[in-house]
Structure formats: C-alpha cells, structure tokens
C-alpha cells in the first residue's frame, strides 16, 4: 500500500478548519446573545452570520478536495501555496465582509468569492493540463 503525503493541502485545510470554527463560534454567540435557539430569530446580525459561515462551508470542501487532487498529480508547490493562499485569504475577506455593518455588497466580500471562484477555476484547470 501507498501512502499518500498532502502536506500543503493539509495547511489550507487545517488553517480552513480554524476559520470554520472561527465562524460556527460567532453564530453560536450571537444566537445566545439574542436567545436564538433555532435560525436568525428575525436578527439580520445573526442571518449574516450564518451566511458567512455556509457560504464557507459551502466553498472550501471543493477547494481542497481539488487541491489535494492537484498535490497528487505532481502540481508545483508554489502553485499550490498561491492557491491555498488566495482560498483562506479570500475566504477570511469574505467573512469579514459580510459581518460588518455595511451594504451587503462590499469590497471584502466581492473580493472573497471572487478569489474562492479563480481558486476553484485555476485548479480545475491545471488539473486538466497536467
């Protein structure tokens, strides 16, 4: 049996992994803050919360999975770091803009997805050619 060793995929994943739990214990605060037990409670603080934190769930499984894909097929580790790099970056400005107080639309936050959206796009591509 082979081995498999992912070690740059496995930064992004665990650095992922801490954001997603950054985000779960955000929801989890202001839901007891506002004595929600289930949803928003009416609270658009918290529906943006929960959005911010599904939209990342949402992204970062794909992300990783083709990362780890592109790792085993021989893909450069600087390529790989620019990738992980872009996907936690991305995803932290996401988050960030949609938890603060502004239009929804917002720089952070177009930012982000853009970045998760070239991340998913520029593997899967590289992943076609090697």
């Known amino acids: 049996m082979t ?3 992912l070690p740059i995929t ?3 994943a665990a650095l992922s992994g801490f954001l997603i739990i950054a985000l779960a214990a955000n929801v989890v605060r202001l839901r007891l803050g506002k004595k929600v037990s289930l949803g928003d409670g009416g609270h658009k603080d918290v529906s943006r919360a929960i959005r911010a934190h ?3 769930i949402e ?3 794909l992300a990783l999975i083709l990362m780890a894909l592109l790792e085993i097929n021989g893909g450069g580790s600087t ?3 620019i990738y992980g790099s872009l996907l936690v970056g991305g995803r932290v400005l996401y988050s960030y803009g ?3 107080p502004r239009s929804s639309a917002n720089l952070a936050r177009q930012l982000g997805v853009v970045t998760s959206w070239l991340v998913i796009l520029g593997v899967g591509i590289q992943l076609l050619v090697i």
């Open 10 to 12: 496995a930064l992004y």
């Open 59 to 61: 992204y970062l499984p």
């Open 98 to 100: 949609m938890l603060i």
């Open 54 to 56: 599904g939209n990342t």
């Open 3 to 5: 081995l498999v060793s």
């Open 79 to 81: 390529a790989l770091h």
